[in-house]
């Protein structure tokens, strides 16, 4: 009998310190100010409709229908799932016929560098999102002078500000794929 007491108050205490650590962990993330009621970065996602801007480039203007493709590493399916360079290669082959190849890294090898006044809709960005600061992981296309579309691995297919502290530091070059004859 003092065995069966001992091993509910056990339990007892078990529950109590689990109830304490859920309330306690739930209450961090909730009070984190700069994030949304979603838990989306403020500063980094626009929240913007599809129509926001104008439709004076066939580039932004494809680029747009891929609005909310969800994130798929090595995949290029709009609606279905996409990473950024998979999108941006798709994105340009439908529009311009250009072939541009899978990875940021080579996308960026395969573009003309843009000073920043030089840049118009439809050119992309590129960053160094991973380990390595020096080497370009991750594109995006400029829709206009300070927001571009990219798939995001946690939101997929966003439009973002690139003068967003994250962005700033990551930020490699702009760049506008040409034709290789």
Known sequence: ?????????????????????VVGLSGCRSSRKSRDDNGYAKVETLRLEKNHFK??????????????????????????????????MKVYENVTGIKIPRNSAKQADFCRCLDKKDVTKG?????ATGKDPERISHVGIMIDESNFIHASTKKGVIIS???????TRTFRMFGRPERKE
């Open 161 to 167: 500000q690139i003068d967003t502290p994250y962005y």
């Open 1 to 21: 009998m003092w065995a069966k007491r001992r091993l509910r108050r056990n339990y007892f205490y078990i529950l109590l310190i689990l109830s304490v650590s």
């Open 123 to 127: 050119d992309l960005v590129f960053f």
């Open 55 to 88: 439709k004076d480039s066939p580039l932004v203007d494809e680029a747009m229908t891929w609005l909310g493709t969800p994130y798929c590493y090595a995949k290029s399916d709009k609606g279905e799932g996409t990473d950024c360079s998979g999108m941006v």
